[in-house]
T-cell receptor, first 115, second 111 residues
Framework: EAQVTQNPRYLITVTGKKLTVTCSQN?????MSWYRQDPGLGLRQIYY???????DKGDVPEGYKVSRKEKRNFPLILESPSPNQTSLYFC??????????????FGEGSRLTVL | DAKTTQPTSMDCAEGRAANLPCNHS???????VYWYRQIHSQGPQYIIH???NNETNEMASLIITEDRKSSTLILPHATLRDTAVYYC????????????FGQGTILTVHP
């Protein structure tokens, strides 16, 4: 089954404790991206990756890191989480971003709480 | 990258057509219009996309104006399960990779 898998789905952590949210897709997609969703602010892009070893900042990259060492995986790293990073996070992937093949497949979301 | 503007919320009676507008006046020639919806806090789900012609699939229809500056998503017979947030985004061309979803339209379908 074609899917985007995020882990963990739920996490409560404390300020400053490094954490990684994993994202994996099984569709051989080139493009992957991360979003956070907060009440009243919609979906905001954190980072995106056009292909292996190619990443770039979205609209809200501060406090986050990513890496794309393999095509299928795109982990989101919070080196020193703070309470303002409490949010619902989504990973998404698509074959291309060239318009015709730009359909995004989203993961189920990871709800992160930083105390 | 082209931005989109959508109404904050809309209502629709069950069984009637829901027409959701989107303005994308800065869209460029090779950018596509995509529509997604998000039910509760689930991951957004793809609905339909188009370049300049009207499109229809099993979920919805997409009407794009001739100048491509706006579009309308049509759910022909809305059901209670269509209550969701609907996002219109522009994708492709020079907006390669960096996507802006905006806040979308909250569609509420009433019995």
């Amino acid at each position: 089954e074609a899917q985007v898998t995020q882990n963990p789905r739920y996490l409560i952590t404390v300020t400053g404790k490094k954490l990684t949210v994993t994202c994996s897709q099984n569709m051989n997609h080139e493009y992957m991206s991360w979003y956070r969703q907060d009440p009243g602010l919609g979906l905001r892009q954190i980072y995106y990756s056009m292909n292996v070893e190619v990443t770039d900042k979205g609209d809200v990259p501060e406090g986050y890191k990513v890496s794309r060492k393999e095509k299928r995986n795109f982990p989101l790293i919070l080196e020193s989480p703070s309470p303002n990073q409490t949010s619902l996070y989504f990973c998404a992937s698509s074959y291309k971003t060239s318009g015709r093949a730009g359909e995004l497949f989203f993961g189920e979301g990871s709800r992160l709480t930083v105390l | 990258d082209a931005k989109t503007t959508q109404p904050t919320s809309m209502d629709c009676a069950e069984g009637r057509a829901a027409n959701l507008p989107c303005n994308h006046s800065t869209i460029s020639g090779n950018e596509y219009v995509y529509w997604y919806r998000q039910i509760h806090s689930q991951g957004p789900q793809y609905i339909i996309h188009g370049l300049k012609n009207n499109e229809t699939n099993e979920m919805a229809s997409l009407i794009i104006t001739e100048d491509r500056k706006s579009s309308t998503l049509i759910l022909p017979h809305a059901t209670l399960r269509d209550t969701a947030v609907y996002y219109c985004i522009v994708l492709g061309g020079t907006s390669y990779g960096k996507l802006t979803f905006g806040q979308g339209t909250i569609l509420t379908v009433h019995p």
